[in-house]
């Protein structure tokens, strides 16, 4: 189900997206001290966002858990971008990052089969991987948000 979302909501997703980009986990408290917001306001917003799948919120504390592309915590798909590092959720993301912040970024993950490292990264606009890597998404695009966390 997808809600509408408000100015308020872009400015939330703006803070929170900003934040992962910059290598720090944002917190609704720190969103609602950055933004000058009521608590239940931010969490309001929280609540809007995920439900409109523009994040995914922690099960257990309701943070932010993924911002995609963006994971606000550690992956297997760690993005080095100039100085600092990211997590992306997957290795789709891990590339979305590049177009998102229009920067150049490396990344290396084990191989799911062999556990042999794969890079990956994007030069100049263009991506590169390992040669003869391939990625393999097990779930349909369709059942992807039935667990977001595990696709």
């Not at 911002?67 to 100039?82: E, K, L, Q, R, Y």
């Not at 100085?83 to 150049?104: E, P, Y």
């Not at 100049?124 to 890597?133: D, I």
């Amino acid at each position: 189900m997808s809600t509408a979302l408000s100015p308020l909501d872009f400015d939330v997703r703006r803070h929170i997206l900003t934040a992962l980009a910059a290598g720090t986990t944002p917190t609704r408290v720190s969103v609602m001290q950055a933004l000058g917001l009521d608590y239940t306001h931010v969490s309001s917003s929280y609540a809007t966002l995920a439900a409109s799948h523009v994040v995914v919120l922690d099960p257990h504390t309701g943070e932010v858990w993924m911002a995609m592309p963006f994971s606000a915590v550690p992956t297997a798909f760690p993005v080095v971008i100039g100085q600092r590092s990211v997590w992306a959720t997957c290795a789709w993301d891990a590339f979305g990052i590049a177009a998102a912040l229009d920067q150049d970024v490396t990344f290396a993950t084990p191989c799911p089969a062999s556990n042999a490292v794969i890079a990956g990264g994007v030069r100049r606009g263009v991506p590169y991987a390992h040669p003869g890597a391939v990625a393999y998404v097990g779930v349909p695009a369709a059942r992807w948000w039935d667990d977001i966390g595990f696709t």
